[in-house]
């Protein structure tokens, strides 16, 4: 059993500098989590405190249930892969991969077994004679999950693995990386930036800001619900629109407004929740596949309506992404490829606001928890 | 011109681009490029060329500097190799010399190297400067040190050494044999310890720090991650250290020569005891300059030129193995 504990963690570099404070995560066997974030949010430092390489300032650390927090890196059963990939320069892939197995001593036979399985595993068998310098990145990527795998280890920590491949690659050692997860069948947390990674990887997904989680959920509870507005800029590509409004309600029921601009809440959506932000600003959140500008969805959206002037339209193949601008708003919105708005048009577009999300403009936090629509 | 060329390239897309260019005002770059490097070219030939084959040239002669030169064939070579043992013996002293000095050096700059490149370490730029200094003295100060550190009688470690009764009676630092070969290897370890480390630690910076958390989480103690991790990285700056001490080494002059020849300590001929410090370079510049005997001074650089050629050979031989390992 590996699974990992983590209470009330917090690191503090000196003299005060606090990396991540009040860090609650429980992680069962054999998941594939994955910590995401910006830069500097402390997912790092946290894989770095369950590796063991960084001390643990307060809180407690278990894997497979044993406190592991003054445990040495060596002890911990775990391996680690990092972003450089971190292979021994002057050892050759046989060696690099073999190196944790000799410091403990284990048979020569088995080593050999252990190393030229995983090579078969990975690919790497024609290459365990040469040394690092002579391998592509995507190459050495492979050696240094290899040098993880014939550890046999109860936890894979991956830090931003794929970060220094390029695009065609990075996609796929994702399908690689998953299958690999599915075959050894153990406890994978990875570390990323990449929000494409982190929905397409990760079983959970824990969401970090500035030292702190925002929220831990399954890839698509996030996108669907987000806990706040940060949350919901970070996880989706192109990233969600946010409108500052006020919530208001007339005959018609509650609606947007903007400058000029009302825009209605469906039937279904509406609820006694609004009450409480009647009348009070609030951050309107709309994912770019929420806008159309084709005929159909405009007439179906009629309540939420909106004029708009094309900055630039960006034909991405499958899709089209169209930069909105309206009273000093700025919107992208992902349409069809059969999108008649091109760059300069002014076009209506229509916010299927069923789907819509509200923030505090305060505290970014979600308002209402959707329940009346999907619970 | 490069316009020239890019239609060349057009017009013969098939052929060797670079044909048209060689045929195009031939011998006009390499005029401009002789032009330029002239003044270079003239240093060399004047500074180096020059000299080395007139001291070639030489090394067949009895020449003392000021009257005619006498052709004597290889008689210098047959005195150096044959009747003179001062050859051999400042072989064999300068050999012993960096015998002594180079590998304490280099474990002394490594150790020192490791503990000052710890991240939390007090008084860190301190005690990196105190271990580099010595190497920015001017050798002159060094024999004057030296000299008086080492003196039989008024020396401070003889006083040192007998207060700690490590010793009974003052030793003859300076006038002994194999203590005067110690005593300069020691001012040598002193004087170049800060420059290797610094070398070393130059090296040691490069390793990423990556590379040792990888290595811990593989299990290694700190014993394994400097002999398996930290060493065999720092090869390269280790093959460059052995191999410029070692050429330093055959060119050993001045220490040697300020040590026992220094007004302080002028009473020792000039390769110290029995020639016991007499190094390869100091017989040469005591021959030459001294005695005036340029053709057997001659004579023995070119001696001296073999050697420190055959060194650097096998050092070359050992690094390209070193680099295929």
Redesign the interface.
């Known amino acids: 059993m590996a699974n990992i504990s983590l209470k009330n963690i917090r690191k503090v570099y000196p003299p005060d500098v606090t990396a991540v404070d009040g860090f609650n995560l429980e992680i069962e066997d054999r998941r594939f989590v994955v910590l995401v974030g910006p830069s500097g949010c402390g997912k790092t430092t946290v894989l770095r405190m369950i590796a063991g390489l960084e001390e643990i300032t307060g809180g407690e650390l278990r894997i497979g249930g044993q406190l592991m927090n003054e445990v040495p890196p060596k002890n911990r059963d775990i391996a680690m892969v990092f972003q450089n990939y971190a292979l021994y320069p002057h050892m050759t892939v046989f060696k690099n991969m073999s190196f944790s197995l000799e410091l403990r001593k284990v048979p020569k036979a088995e080593i050999k077994r252990r190393v030229e399985e995983a090579a078969r595993i990975l690919d790497i068998e024609r290459l365990l004679h040469r040394k690092p310098k002579a391998l592509s990145g995507g190459q050495r990527q492979r050696v240094a999950l290899g040098r993880a795998m014939v550890r046999e280890p109860a936890v894979f920590l991956l830090d931003e693995p794929l970060s220094n491949l390029d695009a065609k690659l990075r996609a796929s050692m994702r399908t690689e990386l998953i299958k690999l997860h599915r075959r050894l069948e153990t406890t994978f947390v990875y570390v990323t930036h990449d929000q494409t990674e982190a929905m397409t990887m990760g079983e959970l997904i824990v969401v970090m800001k500035d030292g702190f989680i925002q929220q831990i959920d399954t890839p698509q509870n996030l996108y669907d619900r987000p806990c706040n507005a940060f949350v919901a800029g970070f996880i989706g590509n192109p990233q969600m629109n946010f409108m500052n409004g006020v919530l208001e309600r007339d005959e018609r029921g509650f609606h947007m407004a903007f400058a000029k601009d009302r825009i209605y809440f469906p039937k279904e959506r509406q609820g006694g929740w609004m009450e409480a932000y009647s009348g009070k600003p609030v951050k309107l959140g709309v994912r770019p596949e929420d806008i159309y500008d084709d005929e159909a969805s405009l007439d179906k959206y009629g309540d939420a309506v909106i004029n708009a002037h094309v900055e630039v339209s960006e034909l991405m193949g499958s899709e089209v992404y169209l930069y909105l601008e309206r009273e000093g708003m700025n919107l992208t919105a992902r349409v069809g490829p059969g999108t008649t708005s091109r760059t300069g048009d002014k076009v209506k577009v229509a916010i299927d606001m069923g789907k819509a999300h509200l923030f505090d403009p305060e505290n970014e936090n979600a308002l209402s928890d959707r329940q009346g629509k999907d619970d | 011109m490069k316009e020239k060329s890019a239609r060349n390239i057009i017009i013969t897309p098939a052929t060797n681009s670079r044909k048209p260019r060689r045929g195009n005002k031939p011998g006009k770059r390499n005029r401009y490029a002789i032009f330029f490097l002239a003044p270079y070219i003239a240093g060399v030939l004047v500074f180096w060329i020059l000299p080395i084959l007139f001291t070639f040239a030489i090394s067949f002669t009895k020449w003392d500097g000021f009257n005619a030169m006498q052709f004597i064939g290889i008689e210098n070579y047959k005195h150096l190799f044959l009747e003179d043992g001062r050859f051999f013996k400042s072989l064999f002293n300068t050999v012993v010399i960096m015998g002594l000095s180079i590998p304490v050096t280099l474990v002394l700059a490594l150790i020192f190297a490791y503990i000052l490149s710890g991240k939390a370490l007090y008084a860190k730029r301190f005690l990196q400067l105190g271990v580099f200094l010595p190497y920015i003295m001017t050798p002159v100060a060094v024999g004057i040190i030296f000299a008086l550190l080492f003196d039989q009688h008024y020396g401070f470690v003889n006083r040192i050494l007998m207060y700690l009764h490590i010793i009974q009676s003052p030793l003859p630092w300076l006038g002994n044999e194999w203590l005067a070969r110690i005593t300069l290897a020691i001012a040598l370890i002193w004087m170049y310890c800060g420059y290797q480390m610094i070398l070393l630690m130059s090296g040691m910076s490069m390793i990423?720090e990556?590379?040792y958390?990888?290595?811990?989480?593989?299990?290694?103690n700190t014993r394994?991650v400097f002999f398996?991790?930290t060493l065999?990285?720092l090869?390269g700056v280790l093959v460059f250290v052995v191999i410029t001490s070692l050429i330093g080494g055959f060119q050993l002059f001045d220490e040697p020569l300020l040590l026992f020849n220094s007004s302080l300590s002028g009473k020792f001929p000039i390769g110290g005891p029995d020639n016991a410090a007499l190094t390869m370079s100091l017989f040469f510049y005591n021959e030459s300059y001294t005695n005036f005997n340029f053709g057997y001074g001659a004579a023995i650089s070119y001696m001296m030129f073999v050697v420190i050629a055959l060194i650097s050979f096998v050092s070359m031989k050992i690094m390209d193995r070193g680099d295929r390992l």
């Not at chain 2, 958390?213 to 290694?220: P, Q, V």
């Open positions: 990423s990556d590379v958390d990888a290595a811990r989480i593989d299990g290694a394994q398996r991790i065999p990285l090869k």
